[in-house]
């Protein structure tokens, strides 16, 4: 499986981007997908995940009520958009995949997915 994670830049604090993660073959659909983020000598750290063929959505509680997480089902991308950015967010955000169901406290462990994109940056300054 292959992953292209796009849509990184430059935004100010309280500003937006859009996230994207897309694949060939095999619909999105039936993976779980998730984004993690990893600032340079920290651990990474999971951001959000959606289940596999249901819209049930799992969030890191430094980002829940400002990132969302949703599938264009049409295009096989799953997006994260990301408001109110912060210094904080700063960061590589990384999706990655797992072909099963995961339950919720999986959701958070790196060693749950099987296919990782290739990073893009995030800088949040001013």
């Known amino acids: 499986v292959q992953l292209q994670a796009s849509g990184g830049g430059l935004v100010q604090p309280g500003g937006s981007l859009r996230l994207s993660c897309a694949t060939s073959?095999?619909?999105?659909?039936?993976?779980?997908v998730a984004w993690f983020r990893q600032v340079t000598g920290k651990e990474r750290e999971f951001v959000a995940g959606?289940?596999?063929?249901?819209?049930?959505?799992f969030y890191a509680d430094s980002v829940k009520g400002r990132f969302t997480i949703s599938r264009d089902n049409a295009k096989n991308t799953v997006h994260l958009q990301m408001n109110s950015l912060r210094p904080e967010d700063s960061a590589i955000y990384y999706c990655?995949?797992?072909?099963?169901?995961?339950?919720?406290?999986?959701?958070?462990?790196?060693?749950?997915?099987?296919?990782w994109g290739q990073g893009t940056q995030v800088t949040v300054s001013s």
């Open positions: 073959g095999r619909t999105f659909n039936s993976y779980t």
């Open positions: 990655a995949v797992s072909p099963l169901g995961l339950i919720a406290s999986q959701y958070r462990r790196g060693e749950s997915y099987d296919y």
């Open positions: 959606i289940r596999r063929g249901i819209q049930m959505t």
